[in-house]
């Protein structure tokens, strides 16, 4: 989140002590924090306190002069990448759900044309009340986005859900939602593969695999919605394409390849697709019989193009190219290895052993391979795996030309 700015509004609730360390972790990853207290907040923590650790003038009244005159309201809610409510309190959230705005927190959470991300902090009865249930069904419908509350035991003694998500916490989902601002690949056009290759043996038979296109399509959910033109070539899979890419549906790795090549040029390309490494080398026109008597048909096989290594060597070779390793076995030692072979930038490996459950699963768990090093990555949602490269390589994009 270098470079990026965060309005960050504190709420007034005793978890507002959690906003200070929010905001050293927010800058620790480069993001500038500027800070609006609502007067109830400036009970739990003092606007010196804030100032000290943002390194910025704190903003609470909506009425001074002095401050319209710097920055007016609308110019400080707009100014920022990402607005952030935490504590967002019972009031916050339900001030925001029915357009109200008698102070300057409310105000500038109507007046922003940026996306807000709130972590609630209440009492547990007061989180699970109707009202507040509405409000936060209200909010999420409007696009609010949330991080937490979560479980535990609160300051007022009670247990259930209203904890503040931790610092930590909340500065991973505000790394994601900055990922996701429109723009942060707005410009940018990608190709990603998915899914299985079907190889025929005749008109009814086929050889595959047990790839779901779960985490494929995920990525270019994910990089669709960072703003990039997506092109996803799919392979035969059970699963409804993200809104807002270009689906060019295909069933052998040949016609893979055609559909990659004619979704360049790419600046972008993430190969998640389980091609086929071999096709039958005949696939009969009307299907095998099976005869009395007659032996089992041998099936010759012969190598299919491999997408990837091809689309390194191409003369449009896409900017940034990321392939898949799936592994059973010395999962990183094998990506270290194919990160040379294929000629691709990233790889992201990952142990797909029967135990695992990644084939076909919701989960993930990825480690980045790159000339660099490797980051391990915990396990995560196939949809997270997919946020967080979506934002990898829209810091890797950074500063080149869209
Ligand atoms: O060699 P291996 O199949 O393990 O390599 C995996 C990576 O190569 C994945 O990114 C996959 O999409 C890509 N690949 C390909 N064409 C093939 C085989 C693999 O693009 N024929």
Redesign the pocket.
């Known amino acids: 989140m270098r470079g990026k700015s965060v309005l960050l509004i504190i709420g007034g609730g005793i978890a507002a002590y959690k906003s200070l360390e929010l905001i050293r972790r927010l800058k620790e990853r480069g993001a500038t924090v500027r800070a609006i207290l609502t007067a109830a907040a400036a009970e739990f923590v003092t606007p010196l306190s804030v100032a000290s650790l943002s390194g910025e003038k704190v903003y609470s009244d909506l009425f001074s002069l002095t401050d319209e005159a710097e920055m007016g309201h609308i110019q400080l809610s707009r100014s920022a990448d990402l607005v952030v409510v935490a504590p967002a309190t019972a009031d916050l959230m339900a001030k925001l759900a029915n357009g109200l705005a008698n102070d300057l927190a409310s105000t500038a959470l109507l007046a922003t044309d940026k996306a807000v991300l709130m972590a609630p902090a209440m009492n547990v009865r007061m989180w699970n009340h109707a009202a507040t249930q509405r409000n936060f069904a209200t909010l999420k419908r409007d696009g609010v986005l949330f991080v937490g509350p979560n479980d535990g035991e609160m300051a007022c003694g009670e247990f259930g859900p209203g904890r503040m998500a931790e610092p930590n916490e909340i500065a991973d989902a505000v790394e994601r939602a900055l990922s996701h601002a429109p723009g942060a690949l707005s410009g940018f056009r990608a190709l990603v593969?998915a899914g299985p290759t079907q190889e025929p043996l005749d008109p009814v038979r086929f050889i595959a695999n047990r790839s779901s296109g779960k985490q494929g399509y995920a990525i270019a959910d994910a990089l669709a919605r960072a703003g990039a033109e997506t092109t996803l070539v799919s392979g035969p899979v059970e699963i409804a394409p993200p809104s807002g890419v270009k689906l060019l549906k295909v069933t052998t790795?040949r016609e893979m390849l055609a559909a990659c090549e004619s979704a360049l040029p790419a600046d972008i390309a993430v190969?998640?697709?389980?091609?086929?490494?071999w096709r039958p080398e005949i696939s009969a026109n009307n299907k095998i019989k099976k005869e009395p008597g007659a032996a089992a048909p041998a099936i010759r096989m012969v190598e299919?193009?491999?997408?990837?290594?091809?689309l390194a060597r191409h003369a449009q070779r896409p900017g940034l190219l990321v392939?898949?390793?799936?592994?059973t076995d010395n999962v990183v030692a094998y990506a270290q290895a194919?990160l040379k072979k294929?000629g691709?930038d990233w790889?992201v490996a990952n142990d797909v052993s029967p135990a695992t459950g990644i084939m076909g699963g919701d989960r993930n768990t990825v480690h980045i391979v790159t000339a660099g090093g490797v980051e391990d990555w915990p396990d995560l949602d196939k949809r997270e795996v997919g946020t967080r490269l979506a934002a990898k390589i829209a810091g890797a994009l950074k500063g080149t030309a869209a």
């Open positions: 593969t790795a190969m998640t697709a389980a091609v086929a490494d299919n193009p491999d997408i990837l290594a091809t392939g898949f390793a799936a592994e194919k294929k691709c790889i």
